[in-house]
């Protein structure tokens, strides 16, 4: 069964700070793979999706990579704001089907 | 437009009795999923929805889940006999479905419903 884990599970860093969120996946049979943010209270809301054919997927400030082969993906953070605060978690679709397999998230806190 | 709404937001009910929890899709989105967050754990897949396909049931945890689509649009989750493990956050998604070709599923939550068994 696919596992997704991320490290950190909790990040605070001061405005204006660069970071570096990671996930790790078992088995590198994906389809794609998908970077989410989640506020308190809130449903989730999609950032970036990777194809398993791509390398990267650039969205303003952000950044996810994907290496396949070796089962991780990073999402870069740019000059990071208070309201990027939030629980950001990744998933991967395994079948196609976009059943996704999610990670157990990391909390960042930007501090103003 | 629309995106996907759940209700109730919040649920409380009693060890033992049923609970229904229901999900309102984006129009036209063919695709449709339920998934369960737990406190300190990741989002678990339950069952989902494409079309007038039969659905994916196997995330559902036990014989005491079971959900419907009804014509192709609102799906309703039914947790029969509650457990106190149950208690969870329940979150709906829809996506447009096209075929394997399609390199663009995005997946859209709903708020969710918070459900507590006590």
């Known amino acids: 069964k696919q596992e997704v884990t991320q490290i950190p599970a909790a990040l605070s860093v001061p405005e204006g700070e660069n970071l570096v969120l990671n996930c790790s996946f078992t088995?590198?049979?994906?389809?794609?793979l998908q970077w989410f943010r989640q506020d308190p209270g809130k449903g989730l809301t999609s950032l970036l999706l990777?194809?398993?054919?791509?390398r990267e997927q650039t969205s303003g400030r952000l950044n996810a990579s994907l290496d396949k082969s070796s089962g991780r993906s990073t999402l870069y953070i740019a000059a990071s704001q208070p309201g990027d605060s939030a629980t950001y978690l990744c998933?991967?679709?395994?079948?196609?089907?976009?059943?996704?397999?999610f990670g157990t998230g990391t909390r960042l806190t930007v501090i103003p | 437009g629309a995106g996907v709404s759940q209700s109730p937001s919040n649920k409380v009910t009693e060890k033992g009795k049923d609970v229904e929890l229901r999900c309102d899709p984006i129009s036209g989105h063919t695709a449709l999923y339920w998934y369960r967050q737990s406190l300190g754990q990741g989002l678990e897949f339950l069952i989902y929805f494409q079309g007038n396909s039969a659905p994916d049931k196997s995330g559902l945890p036990s014989d005491r889940f079971s959900a419907e689509r009804t014509g192709g649009s609102v799906s309703t989750l039914t947790i029969q006999r509650t457990q106190q493990e149950d208690s969870a956050v329940y979150l709906c998604a829809s996506s447009r479905y096209g075929d394997r070709a399609a390199t663009y599923y995005e997946q859209y939550f709903g708020p969710g419903t918070r459900l507590t068994v006590t």
């Open positions: 088995d590198s049979a994906i389809y794609n």
């Open positions: 990777i194809q398993s054919s791509q």
């Open positions: 998933a991967v679709d395994q079948t196609g089907a976009n059943n996704l397999f």
